[in-house]
């Protein structure tokens, strides 16, 4: 039950457990030439992820309680990888790292990730597997969590891709990166003066 409540806790928050974070990376951000030819990758990937994701799912990957989604998806990016949104995630928020040139910081994402991750993905898991049974227990046991794999799902659902779904649930997102970054070579250039 403890478990439960820190996962529904973290579930209803996560839209704002990247504040501080963010706060740190432009404090600490000196960004030179070769880290943005390294993260700028990191965070293509990581968008590109959550377009594809969010072009499947809708905008119920923006929701504040379980019970949101259209259905269970198993095309597009699920039939690879049963958390590509977490993943898109990750990998943006490495490149960020990236691009500021803060490594220290990727140990501080990767135990926040997991810390805040896990729990919310067991109650996901719990609630799907209440909601959808046997064929969610099939995918998950076929589909991995983190690491995609190149062999897609057997059985894909239905959903259909909609580019225009995805750019309105991924607005903020996108409007997040181009500001994180511009207030990084915004901070890098108040120094240089």
């Given at each position: 039950m403890i478990s439960s409540k820190i996962g529904n806790f973290f579930f209803k928050i996560r839209s704002f457990t990247p504040i501080p974070f963010i706060f740190a990376l432009l404090y600490f951000a000196k960004p030179a030439g070769?880290?943005?030819?390294?993260?700028?990758?990191?965070?293509?990937?990581?968008?590109?992820?959550?377009?594809?994701?969010?072009g499947y799912a809708g905008a119920s990957t923006r929701a504040r309680t379980l019970g949101a989604a259209r259905d269970l998806v198993t095309t597009g990016p699920y039939s690879y990888v049963r958390?590509?949104?977490?993943?898109?995630?990750?990998?943006?928020?490495?490149?960020?790292?990236?691009?500021?040139?803060?490594?220290w910081l990727v140990a501080v994402l990767i135990i926040g990730y997991f810390f805040q991750y896990l729990p919310i993905i067991a109650v996901e898991e719990a609630y799907l597997l209440e909601a959808c049974g046997s064929v969610y227990q099939t995918y998950q046991e076929q589909i991995p969590r983190f690491v995609p794999q190149f062999r897609p799902y057997p059985e894909p659902s239905d959903h259909d891709f909609s580019f225009a779904r995805a750019l309105k649930s991924e607005k903020r997102t996108l409007t997040a990166i181009v500001c994180v970054i511009g207030l990084i070579f915004a901070r890098q250039a108040i120094n240089v003066l």
């Open positions: 070769y880290t943005v030819v390294i993260g700028i990758p990191f965070i293509l990937v990581g968008e590109f992820l959550r377009i594809w994701a969010v958390n590509p949104l977490y993943l898109g995630n990750f990998l943006l928020s490495l490149g960020v790292c990236l691009v500021a040139n803060v490594y």
